[in-house]
């Protein structure tokens, strides 16, 4: 009996046991609210970035995560955002894996008020503003490549230095190693002139067409501007008179406050974000030409405009319910017809001094010359007729109902597709409107 219950009693001691063990590994589990990777360490030679680390405690009013860290027996302590928090080890295993290639990069802001975006895509959110030189941590990057305006790149998600974290294209972002520091730290008037050069530029004359709304389509065309390549160091030149192309090897702003691309001759003083003047040398002197910034969809609004306007002339020539011609007892009669041909026939009277003898009797018509403004009040416009020979002439002309009135322009009171002033004894000549 008595060895019974003794038996009994190292049972229930041993169980006992085995209980309190039980509780004691339970309540050191209890310990950890969750595991923490750190992508920001305050203090790396303490806690290097990338570290995965269990979570003791979180302080709501601190707005801190205490971590579990050999050496500290209260643990360590820091900012909720530099640790990327997990319920679950494995999950934070995994994401210390991920963010592995990330721990050692980051970068600067090369230009000031750079967004930060809620999400991969410039058409979302700010979610904070850079400052010029900003730094930020690189937590990962996108896969696939974007297109942000001309350029092609990625987007990075970043954390920056104040704890927000968000999604900003690489573009305007210099990475580096965190071991080994930055390249170089961007001066404000540096940043300007690389956020001026991100974008393509159009000769000043664009503007001036635009503001007269007298588009010669042959000298405004996309293909004329400044390209600027800041990737490769180059800047491309193409205007009416010839191309040209600038190889660089860096920027310098000058006390004068110009902007040099060295290696290359060329030189660039800006007035205000939108508008400056390019030096370059042409044949041992130095040429200047002046540049503005216009949005692509005005130029391609005003080139539209323009084309509808040539062809709306072109109908005022040409439609009728009936075919028609313009007819003259001394000058001949002319033919218009919708495809901006035209015949002149019985002109003889006006060989050699107004068409020369040898010009046809075909060509077509355009209407790519304007009016300048001493005589903008006088006539309806400038048609050019270019006879099948090759023969150009232009007139001024006046159509109505009853007719059309043609009048010589001498070609010396042209000036870049713009007639100035009537000449001092023009001919004019009256066509009358009849049936075929």
């Known amino acids: 009996m008595r060895n019974c219950t003794l038996r009994k009693r190292v049972v229930i001691g041993t169980t006992l046991s085995f209980l309190f063990a039980l509780l004691f590994l339970s309540g050191c589990g209890s310990n950890y609210i969750g595991y923490g990777v750190v992508y920001w360490s305050p203090d790396e030679s303490l806690v290097p970035n990338g570290s995965m680390l269990p979570i003791l405690r979180q302080s709501g009013i601190e707005k801190s995560y205490t971590l579990e860290v050999d050496g500290h ?4 302590s820091t900012d909720e955002w530099r640790i990327g928090f997990f319920e679950k080890k494995d999950e934070a295993l995994a994401e210390e894996g991920r963010y592995e290639p990330f721990i050692h990069l980051f970068a600067v802001s090369q230009r000031d008020r750079l967004a930060i ?10 979610a904070y503003v850079l400052r010029l030189g900003q730094e930020m941590k690189i937590i990962d990057q996108e896969n696939q490549q974007d297109s942000v305006g001309q350029y092609e790149g990625h987007w990075y998600k970043v954390l920056t230095d104040d704890g927000t974290m968000g999604y900003c294209f690489d573009h305007y972002l210099e990475a580096y190693d965190g071991r ?11 940043a300007f002139v690389k956020e001026a050069l991100s974008r393509a530029y159009r000769p000043e004359y664009f503007r001036e067409m635009m503001r007269s709304n007298k588009i010669v389509l042959e000298r ?9 390549d800041l990737a490769q160091k180059s800047i491309e030149m193409r205007l009416p008179s010839g191309n040209r192309t600038f190889s660089y090897e860096s920027i310098e702003y000058t006390e004068g406050g110009s902007y040099v691309f060295i290696g290359s001759g060329l030189s660039a003083n800006f007035f205000g974000e939108n508008s400056f003047a390019a030096t370059f040398p042409v044949d041992g002197n130095n040429s200047s030409e002046r540049f503005v910034f216009i949005p692509e969809d005005d130029i391609t609004t005003a080139i539209e405009n323009e084309r509808q306007r040539r062809a709306d002339e072109v109908l005022r020539f040409t439609e009728a319910e009936y075919p028609i011609q313009y007819r003259s007892s001394a000058y001949g009669t002319l033919k218009f017809h ?7 026939t019985g002109k003889q009277r006006l060989s050699p001094e107004v068409i020369p003898a040898d010009s046809g009797d075909k060509g077509t018509f355009s209407f790519d010359y304007f009016l300048g403004s001493q005589v903008a009040s006088k006539y309806d416009g400038v048609i050019n007729l270019t006879f099948d020979q090759g023969q150009n002439l232009l007139f001024f002309y006046t159509l109505n109902e009853s007719g059309l009135r043609l009048t010589t322009i001498d070609q010396r009171s042209v000036e870049k597709n713009i007639v100035q002033k009537v000449s001092f004894s023009p001919l004019v000549m009256a066509f009358f409107k009849e049936q075929e």
Request: proline residues 12%.
């Open 73 to 76: 027996k209260e643990g360590w």
């Open 117 to 126: 975006r809620q999400e991969p895509d410039i058409e979302s959110e700010r």
């Open 180 to 190: 080994t520091g930055p390249s170089q730290k961007v001066s404000p008037e540096l």
């Open 220 to 228: 405004f065309s996309p293909r004329f501007g400044f390209f600027p």
């Open 338 to 344: 919708e495809d901006a041909t035209f015949e002149w």
